[in-house]
């Protein structure tokens, strides 16, 4: 008991000044000079508030680099998917009306499945394209860089959407085989 009072004592001590204010009571809850209103309110305006948001030299490298390595990819993953897609739709044809199982519907369901992997680069393409989106997303609507990434996202979209619905037709061809 002697050895907590003795670890327990000087936390007494301490807490009990924090209250003393030199005027023997405790701390007023009055507001503090900061706190109270003024007569003309405060505008707070962000530093270069005038001008129009722009990306510094280095970013603008930095967007023009990721522009070109990502219109290069999509460039790819296009040619891909059309040569893919000019594999599939022979494969499902000649699948039509086979049973399931045979060698048609395998064959066709390889393709289907070659099909699919040149697809694949999309989705991550997609997700990088949220990045450059934000970088430019607080520049002008007329700005390059920002009509670039937009173009950029309008074409990846499409091809998603084109090769998504091939992926489709061609999944439902062959389940009904």
Same mark, same amino acid.
């Given at each position: 008991?002697?050895?907590?009072?003795?670890?327990?004592?000087?936390?007494?001590?301490?807490?009990?000044?924090?209250?003393?204010?030199?005027?023997?009571?405790?701390?007023?809850?009055?507001?503090?000079?900061?706190?109270?209103?003024?007569?003309?309110?405060?505008?707070?305006?962000?530093?270069?508030?005038?001008?129009?948001?722009?990306?510094?030299?280095?970013?603008?490298?930095?967007?023009?680099?990721?522009?070109?390595?990502?219109? =290069? @990819? &999509? *460039?790819?993953?296009?040619?891909?998917?059309?040569?893919?897609?000019? !594999?599939? %739709?022979? +494969?499902?044809?000649? #699948?039509?009306?086979?049973?399931?199982?045979?060698?048609?519907?395998?064959?066709?369901?390889?393709?289907?499945?070659?099909?699919?992997?040149?697809?694949?680069?999309?989705?991550?393409?997609?997700?990088?394209?949220?990045?450059?989106?934000?970088?430019?997303?607080?520049?002008?609507?007329?700005?390059?860089?920002?009509?670039?990434? =937009? @173009? &950029? *996202?309008?074409?990846?979209?499409?091809?998603?959407?084109?090769?998504? !619905?091939? %992926?489709? +037709?061609?999944?439902? #061809?062959?389940?009904r085989s």
């Amino acid at each position: 008991m002697a050895h907590a009072v003795r670890h327990i004592l000087p936390l007494l001590i301490l807490l009990s000044g924090c209250g003393f204010t030199g005027e023997g009571a405790f701390p007023s809850l009055k507001p503090r000079p900061g706190e109270l209103p003024r007569e003309l309110p405060r505008e707070l305006a962000a530093p270069d508030a005038g001008s129009p948001p722009s990306l510094s030299p280095e970013e603008r490298t930095g967007l023009a680099a990721d522009l070109a390595r990502h219109e =290069q @990819a &999509l *460039a790819k993953a296009r040619q891909d998917i059309r040569a893919a897609g000019e !594999a599939l %739709a022979p +494969a499902i044809r000649a #699948a039509s009306g086979s049973p399931i199982g045979s060698e048609a519907w395998s064959v066709a369901q390889l393709q289907l499945s070659r099909f699919d992997q040149a697809r694949a680069p999309l989705g991550e393409m997609s997700s990088r394209m949220g990045d450059l989106r934000l970088m430019v997303d607080s520049l002008a609507e007329a700005d390059p860089d920002r009509l670039r990434v =937009q @173009a &950029l *996202a309008r074409d990846l979209e499409s091809l998603q959407q084109s090769s998504a !619905a091939t %992926a489709a +037709a061609a999944t439902k #061809a062959l389940s009904r085989s």
